[in-house]
């Protein structure tokens, strides 16, 4: 089954794709094999991207505003999609994230979550059905909606039953699964709020590159420091970081889920003032905010009992930040999603594309804890997704072996002939 999977992230910089190619091991049906068929990036439209930014919390817009960039956001992705499958080559279904506007969090429950793009503009555009709406499920089922990760790390890297892996994202807000080890429920849990050894933990964990990108966004409107540039001239101010660090939201246990209306473009201001805002220079704001993603991130791993962490996300680009985390993880060895032959650039995209394939076949895109419940705090594992047109998987072959869950998953990178 050909899945074409779709991803866009906070900090908006391109829209993420993924080809994939899945088939089932005819010896192992319980191993997944998944053919990389294309990984990219795909452009925003700037009138789209612009519009998004504007309209993010904390700047308040109307029913109006959202309602034409659901418009907007779906002819984004109807073109990328006709690009990429125009290319490459066509695909049996469509799975979208979409673009995340809104997800409502108190104390410490999701209320609400919502994705945008238009659903019927791609397959109109495409003649592909579309699997969308990938969180409300879980959120109906009691869960955080967030992080979905945690089932792409488990298959690739939870086998190794003797090896815990701390699996993280950085994007605009950083994510975590701690996947592997011990799976006979056996052993102590790892911290107050996981469960068993061996059983995956995840969550949110704060601030990946949002409140960097949105101080240089707000000093100079570049979209972000590239290279560290400006923040490895400056200095981490003490007071202004341990006044960030004392965020309740890291005390919260995992599972736990935030975004950007928590971590917005005014969250620093709230936390230390103007005045005190206004006295740091630029580069030992961004120094201080870099650290703050490094403390913040390596704090929550500590306790995990993880022997190594393996990393993707835009902020794995940040040397500053790479630093400072490896310095802060040592001696847990900090490495590259990449250096384990997973595409660090195209993961997000093929996390979609796989719940794409897995909810077609009816297969939970969560994991299973071992009292039932789901790794997001969900009651229970859920099947993921909306299906527009609500027919249209009727007439793809069905393999007994698709109905199984699979426990693996083999990226297979040779692309082999276009079909």
Request: contains cysteine.
């Amino acid at each position: 089954m050909r899945v074409l999977g779709m991803m866009s992230g906070t900090s908006l910089d391109a829209i993420d794709v993924a080809l994939v190619e899945f088939t089932r091991d005819p010896r192992d049906p319980t191993t997944l094999r998944a053919r990389l068929l294309h990984v990219g990036e795909e452009p925003w439209p700037d009138a789209t991207r612009d519009a998004l930014r504007a309209v993010l919390p904390p700047a308040p817009a109307d029913v109006a505003a959202w309602s034409r960039l659901h418009g907007a956001v779906g002819e984004a992705f109807a073109r990328a999609a006709s690009r990429v499958l125009a290319a490459h080559g066509g695909a049996d279904l469509i799975a979208t994230h979409g673009q995340t506007l809104y997800h409502e969090v108190q104390d410490g429950h999701v209320l609400s979550t919502l994705q945008i793009g238009d659903p019927s503009r791609l397959a109109e555009a495409t003649g592909a059905p579309v699997l969308h709406d990938l969180r409300s499920a879980d959120v109906a089922a009691g869960g955080q909606g967030a992080p979905l990760a945690p089932l792409l790390d488990q298959l690739l890297l939870g086998a190794d039953e003797h090896r815990r892996t701390a699996v993280l994202n950085i994007g605009g807000i950083s994510n975590l699964s701690l996947v592997g080890g011990r799976t006979d429920g056996g052993g102590a849990a790892a911290d107050e709020g996981s469960s068993a050894e061996g059983e995956v933990i995840a969550g949110d964990l704060g601030p990946g590159n949002a409140l960097l990108d949105a101080a240089i966004h707000i000093a100079t409107g570049r979209p972000a420091d590239v290279d560290a540039e400006i923040a490895r001239t400056g200095s981490v101010d003490p007071e202004a970081l341990a006044t960030l660090l004392g965020d309740p939201f890291y005390a919260l246990p995992l599972p736990r889920s935030t975004g950007r209306e928590h971590f917005d473009s005014r969250y620093v201001q709230r936390l230390l003032g103007q005045d005190a805002l206004a006295a740091l220079a630029l580069p030992d704001l961004l120094a201080t905010l870099t650290e703050l993603t490094a403390v913040t991130i390596a704090d929550a791993i500590a306790p995990l009992g993880a022997s190594r962490v393996v990393a993707s996300g835009g902020g794995m680009r940040n040397p500053l930040l790479r630093r400072r985390l490896a310095a802060l993880l040592a001696p847990v060895p900090l490495l590259g999603a990449d250096d384990l032959g997973i595409p660090a650039d195209g993961k997000e995209a093929l996390l979609i594309a796989l719940l794409g394939y897995l909810g077609a076949h009816g297969l939970p895109g969560t994991l299973a804890r071992a009292d039932g419940t789901a790794h997001t705090g969900a009651r229970a594992p859920v099947v993921l997704g909306s299906l527009t047109p609500p027919h249209a998987l009727r007439l793809l072959p069905a393999a007994a072996a698709d109905s199984c869950a699979p426990r693996r998953l083999q990226i297979v990178t040779d692309p082999g002939p276009e079909r």
